[in-house]
């Protein structure tokens, strides 16, 4: 199985980033996960949409050819970064590739919250027209890393939470089966 990230952070030291490769790692006997690069698609233009640049096709290719997708991205101001958002704009036009498409969100945050507000935006975000991405529904599914720092081990370099990680065990193995019988 294959599956793709979309990581709403651009920062090197960031812990979704981390959380990605936590996953890539962790699941490495259940699925790949590519992680798409949104530091280069330019920002969403209605004018470049029947000709869209190269790093949109390629994302969108990326999309189209994954069993499932994997949002993986902080909270900014109670909603989604723009990074993502305008990945998703762009996703939602020409092949629209999130139709039906299986996706998993996850977020890590240093806060007490680890991002639930902003996965809330994001789920109508992916409920609109253009979108339609079918998810688990949100109880019990929910993957929120609240007071990250803490929960990522020796250097930060991944989530070590052994609780964090059962959960996570157990929604990724759902979401699985939602791909399989879909
Ligand atoms: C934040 N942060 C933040 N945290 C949170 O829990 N809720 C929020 O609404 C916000 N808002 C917000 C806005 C902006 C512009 C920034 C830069 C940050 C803090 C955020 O969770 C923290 O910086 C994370 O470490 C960002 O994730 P990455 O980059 O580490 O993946």
């Known amino acids: 199985m294959k599956l793709i990230a979309l990581v ?3 920062r090197r ?8 490769l936590t996953m890539q790692e962790r699941y490495r006997g259940k699925f790949e996960l590519e992680i798409a690069n949104l530091g280069t698609l330019p920002f969403y233009d209605q004018d470049e949409e029947d000709n ?3 790093s949109v ?9 994954a069993d499932g997708v994997l949002i993986l991205t902080p909270e900014y101001n109670w909603s ?6 305008n990945a998703l704009d762009w996703l939602s036009r020409g092949d629209k590739v999130l139709i039906g498409k299986p996706v998993l969100a996850a977020g890590a945050s240093p806060g007490m919250y680890g ?23 949100p109880a019990g599914n929910e993957i929120a890393v609240a007071q990250a720092p803490q929960k990522f081990g020796e250097g930060g370099a991944r989530l070590t ?22």
């Not at 030291?13 to 990605?20: G, I, Y």
């Not at 096709?57 to 050819?65: D, H, I, N, T, Y």
């Open 115 to 137: 991002t639930l507000r902003g996965q809330l935006h994001l789920r109508e975000i992916l409920s609109s027209p253009g979108i339609q991405a079918v998810m688990l529904p």
């Open 57 to 65: 096709r390629k994302l969108s290719e990326q999309v189209a050819g």
């Open 161 to 182: 939470d052994e609780r964090t990680l059962t959960h996570i065990d157990v929604v990724v193995d759902r979401f699985l089966e939602l791909i399989r019988h879909r």
């Open 52 to 54: 869209p640049p190269e």
């Open 8 to 10: 709403g952070s651009l």
């Open 13 to 20: 030291e960031s812990v979704n980033l981390k959380l990605a």
């Open 80 to 85: 989604v970064p723009g990074v993502l958002k």
